[in-house]
């Protein structure tokens, strides 16, 4: 099974669960490999509030996002301010030929606060996914994080990785 972890990660913490993801597919025998949505300038924390509250589009460096050669997309996002990341949210509308298209997906999420709280976050990038016609399955693992830790999450690893693997 082809599996590719798409994320953005200003900070560290979700390509740090990118990471711990990708190793446990692999322990589990898919062909799993991490694609990151690099930005053409490093954000600092001003800039990302502020695209934060006004939307706005941030550049991107220009690497291949065809995603359909994956049979499973697992798709990683920041909140910012309740919701995804714009720059995963707009990078998702935005990016032509995805290849997303009848792909199932799954989604996680990093944040500082409760994770039982983030689902409405999580939702606005399922609506996005959709859009792409992509399959978005219902589970979604969402992660408190202090400096690359892991504080509290709203399911275990383990059973988000199940999941993956049996979709
Ligand atoms: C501009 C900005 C806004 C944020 N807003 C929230 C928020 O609304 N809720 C929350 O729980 N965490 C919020 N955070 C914290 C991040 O979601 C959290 O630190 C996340 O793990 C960062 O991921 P990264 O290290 O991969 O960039 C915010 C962080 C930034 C930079």
Same mark, same amino acid.
């Given at each position: %099974? ?21 190793? &446990? ?8 490999? %991490? ?57 998702? &509308? ?36 959709? &859009? ?12 408190? %994080? ?8 709203? %399911? ?12």
């Amino acid at each position: %099974m082809r599996i590719g972890i798409v994320y953005y990660s200003r900070s560290g913490n979700t390509r740090e669960i990118a990471e711990i993801l990708c190793r &446990k597919l692999r322990e589990r025998n898919a062909d799993a490999e %991490m694609i990151e949505i690099k930005t053409a300038k490093k954000v600092g924390f001003l800039q990302a509030f502020l695209v934060s509250i006004q939307y706005r589009n941030v550049p991107l460096e220009n690497i291949d996002y065809d995603l359909s050669k994956y049979d499973v997309v697992v798709v990683g996002t920041p909140i910012w301010i309740g919701r995804p990341s714009p720059i995963v949210e707009t990078f998702m &509308k935005n990016t032509e030929g995805l290849g997303l298209h009848g792909r199932r997906v799954f989604v996680f999420a990093t944040c500082s606060r409760n994770p039982d709280a983030q689902g409405g976050g999580v939702e606005l990038i399922k609506n996005v996914l959709k &859009k792409h016609d992509a399959i978005v399955n219902d589970v979604f693992l969402v992660l408190k %994080m202090r400096k690359r830790e892991i504080i509290k999450r709203n %399911m275990e690893i383990d059973d988000f990785i199940e999941n993956i693997i049996s979709a």
